[in-house]
């Protein structure tokens, strides 16, 4: 090989380890991310992505609670997003969810199974508030909650359908008012199937902020529709729906 050719060799392989990342996102067929370590040679931007996306998991599965309910005569199971605003952390659900329910039965990564009483409703939206102060650890506790992103960008989904724990990658399709799912204002529609059981999941943007709570499937598309996770915030409390 010339010395033009071994320049060219030697460009080209300095280019390949420059553009190592520290995790890899396979995605299959039915959209959820596997996460596999990757060679990390000498690069500090990797390591950082590698700590970045362990991070984000982590405090996934500390926040994101399987939920069991008994009420109205019917099991039901579902999800409970733990929220955090102003160093408080507050539990989201889907009203259908814990509907008729005074308490719902919680559990998660690290935080055991504990009950929890079922706070308030939100007016206008299919959500309701359960107290989780006993499982929650400390004020860092709970997804930081932040503006609903653009339509294009980049998120997961976390819940449990079927009663497992799932993340799955997509993208938001569309930012819009709609009617329905408890009333009139803006969702989210995120291009991953809704699958019960992840009702009162949630919407997380690439740095891990709640940016949705799950509320609903497309019915068009069958994709995730989830309320704007500050909206949440700005909503009274209803009276409890009948069962």
């Known amino acids: 090989m010339g010395h033009t050719g071994r320049q060219l060799a030697l460009a080209w392989l300095a280019g390949a380890v420059l553009g190592v990342s ?42 994101v609670l399987l939920t069991d309910v008994t009420a109205c005569g019917m099991l039901r199971q579902g999800t409970t997003t ?10 989201m659900t889907n009203a259908h969810v814990v509907r008729g329910a ?14 929890a009483p079922v706070d308030h ?24 909650v932040a503006e609903a992103p653009p339509v294009g960008s980049e998120v997961y989904t976390a819940g449990f359908p079927g009663g ?46 709640a940016v949705g709570l799950i509320a609903a499937r497309d019915p068009r598309t069958g994709y995730t529709v989830a309320y704007p996770a500050r909206d949440l915030f700005t909503r009274a409390e209803t009276a409890p729906p009948a069962c």
């Open 164 to 209: 497992s724990w799932k993340i799955q990658q997509g993208h938001v399709t569309a930012v819009e008012q709609r009617h329905g799912w408890g009333g009139d204002g803006p969702v989210l529609v995120v291009d991953v199937p809704a699958i019960e059981g992840t009702s009162g999941g949630v919407v997380v943007d690439s740095s891990g902020r």
């Open 82 to 91: 733990m929220l955090r605003v102003g160093g408080e952390v507050f539990g």
């Open 121 to 144: 409703y939100l007016d206008g939206r299919d959500a309701a508030r359960v107290d989780v102060g006993p499982l929650a650890p400390d004020a860092t506790s709970g997804l930081e």
């Open 102 to 115: 005074d308490s719902a039965r919680l559990s998660g990564a690290g935080l055991g199974v504990g009950e």
């Open 22 to 63: 520290a995790f890899v996102i396979q995605q299959s067929s039915d959209r959820e991310p596997v996460y596999r370590e990757a060679p990390t040679a000498t690069v500090l931007a990797a390591s950082t992505e590698r700590i970045d996306r362990t991070a984000v998991r982590d405090q996934l599965e500390s926040s």
